[in-house]
């Protein structure tokens, strides 16, 4: 089993449409969350950080923490063209110096 | 502005040859990190420094080295020993201090690297 899993993908929601994406992870040692886009061809960018359990909204992006559960999620809401991207799910365990990393889920925005 | 600056953008390497990828940044950030990327794939960490003169193998090391002599430098040999070399190579860094993991990665533009 890996770390950090994500939804397979790819996803492809119409323009409007609110996006789902999740990510499982397996080390209830884990803190701190985070949410990366990449365009392609491009290095990934910061999107959203949560680390209490919950939700945290930042414009049209809320992420979703539920520790008990070990997962955490990303809504985009009011899709758009230019959403389209991979987004990658990034975890930090207590004490380990380092992220761990999802495969990352492709999103495509359709016009 | 501060930011973390990649060299070069694209990189070729002949059979046998070693090669260099820079990573400079002046974020004043203590923990640096390299990943590889395979199309369609995910990061895979190959080495991390939380400090000066001090450094970790990741998940994929082999074939590749790093030194820190700058708080400001981490650089990444690929050495003749990797052999499948080809990949887009992604240097980051945190605020994070010691092996405090609360922070998010910074991560520079890339290099791109392939077999002449």
């Known amino acids: 089993q890996k770390e950090v899993e994500q939804n397979s993908g790819p996803l492809s929601v119409p323009e409007g449409a609110i996006a789902s994406l999740n990510c499982t992870y397996s080390d209830r040692g884990s803190q701190s969350f985070f949410w990366y886009r990449q365009y392609s061809g491009k290095s990934p960018e910061l999107i959203m950080s949560i680390y209490s359990n919950g939700d945290k909204e930042d414009g049209r992006f809320t992420a979703q923490l539920n520790k008990a559960s070990q997962y955490v999620s990303l809504l985009i809401r009011d899709s758009q063209p230019s959403d389209s991207a991979t987004y990658l799910c990034?975890?930090?365990?207590?004490?380990?110096?380092?992220?761990?990393f999802g495969d990352g889920t492709t999103l495509t925005v359709k016009p | 502005d501060g930011g973390i600056t990649q060299s070069p953008k694209y990189l070729f390497r002949k059979e046998g040859q070693n090669v260099t990828l820079s990573c400079e940044q002046n974020l004043n950030h203590d923990a640096m990190y390299w990943y590889r990327q395979d199309p369609g794939q995910g990061l895979r960490l190959i080495y991390y420094s939380q400090i000066v003169n001090d450094f970790q193998k990741g998940d994929i090391a082999e074939g590749y080295s790093v030194s820190r002599e700058k708080k400001e430098s981490f650089p990444l040999t690929v050495t003749s020993a990797q052999k499948n070399p080809t990949a887009f190579y992604l240097c980051a860094s945190t605020a994070d201090r010691g092996l405090v993991s609360l922070q998010p990665q910074h991560f520079g533009d890339g290099t791109r690297l392939s077999i002449l």
């Open positions: 990034a975890v930090n365990k207590r004490g380990a110096g380092k992220s761990t």
